[in-house]
T-cell receptor
C-alpha cells in the first residue's frame, strides 16, 4: 500500500492562474516533505521542502502547505508559467525509515497558453 | 562536467544479456542511490551507498548487482533480467545518507528495455 499518494495523474491550468498539486500520506511518523519536478528526459530536481514543525514554506512563486491533522500537503504555483509544465513528485521521509524518501507516483502539470 | 551523469541513456537488452549501468557524480557527495521508476508508479529505492558501503538493499532481486568502487562512481550490473524489469533507472547522490533534509540530486536516468 502506498504511503504517499498523488491522486491526480494530471492537471491542466491556464497560464497566469494558480496551480495546486496535492499529496496525501498515511505514515504519521513522516517529518519532512519534499517536492521534486521532472522534465522529460531529465532526472527529478528538488523544488521545495517543508519540515513537520511548519505549516507553510514559500519560495518565490512556489508555496508548500502542510496539514498534519489531515496528513495532506499541497504545492501552490502562482502565477503558473509555461516552463512549469512538468511532472511533480511529492516525497516524504521519517526517522524510523532511516530517512529514506518515500515517493508519490507524480502529477503531470500542463500549463495552457 | 558537473552534476550527476548516467550512461547509457538508453539500453535494450535480451533476457540472457549482461550489461552495466554507470553513474558518476561530480558534486563531492558521500552517498549514492539507485532508483527504479516504472510507468505511472512511484520511484522505488533499490540501493543506497554511503562512503562506498551499501547501507540499504530494499529486497531487490539478485539479478541486479550494485557496485560502488569510490564515492564518485556507482554501477548497476544487470544479468538475466525479465521484461518486467523494463523501466527508467535513476541514480542520485547527496551529501550524506542520513537525513531527509539532505537534498538528492538526480541523473537523467537510463531507459532500460528488456526483450
Amino acid at each position: 500500500d502506498q504511503q504517499v499518494k498523488q491522486n491526480s495523474p494530471s492537471l491542466s491550468v491556464q497560464e497566469g492562474r494558480i496551480s495546486i498539486l496535492n499529496c496525501d500520506y498515511t505514515n504519521s511518523m513522516f517529518d519532512y516533505f519534499l517536492w521534486y519536478k521532472k522534465y522529460p528526459a531529465e532526472g527529478p530536481t528538488f523544488l521545495i521542502s517543508i519540515s513537520s514543525i511548519k505549516d507553510k514554506n514559500e519560495d518565490g512563486r512556489f508555496t508548500v502547505f502542510l496539514n498534519k491533522s489531515a496528513k495532506h500537503l499541497s504545492l501552490h504555483i502562482v502565477p503558473s508559467q509555461p516552463g512549469d509544465s512538468a511532472v511533480y513528485f511529492c516525497a516524504a521521509s521519517a526517522e524510523d525509515s532511516n530517512y529514506q524518501l518515500i515517493w508519490g507516483a507524480g502529477t503531470k502539470l500542463i500549463i495552457k497558453p | 562536467e558537473t552534476g550527476v551523469t548516467q550512461t547509457p541513456r538508453h539500453l535494450v537488452m535480451g533476457m540472457t544479456n549482461k550489461k552495466s549501468l554507470k553513474c558518476e557524480q561530480h558534486l563531492g557527495h558521500n552517498a549514492m542511490y539507485w532508483y527504479k521508476q516504472s510507468a505511472k508508479k512511484p520511484l522505488e529505492l533499490m540501493f543506497v551507498y554511503s562512503l562506498e558501503e551499501r547501507v540499504e538493499n530494499n529486497s531487490v532481486p539478485s539479478r541486479f548487482s550494485p557496485e560502488c568502487p569510490n564515492s564518485s562512481h556507482l554501477f548497476l550490473h544487470l544479468h538475466t533480467l525479465q521484461p518486467e524489469d523494463s523501466a527508467l533507472y535513476l541514480c542520485a547522490s547527496s551529501h550524506s545518507s542520513g537525513g531527509g533534509e539532505d537534498t538528492q540530486y538526480f541523473g537523467p536516468g537510463t531507459r532500460l528495455t528488456v526483450l
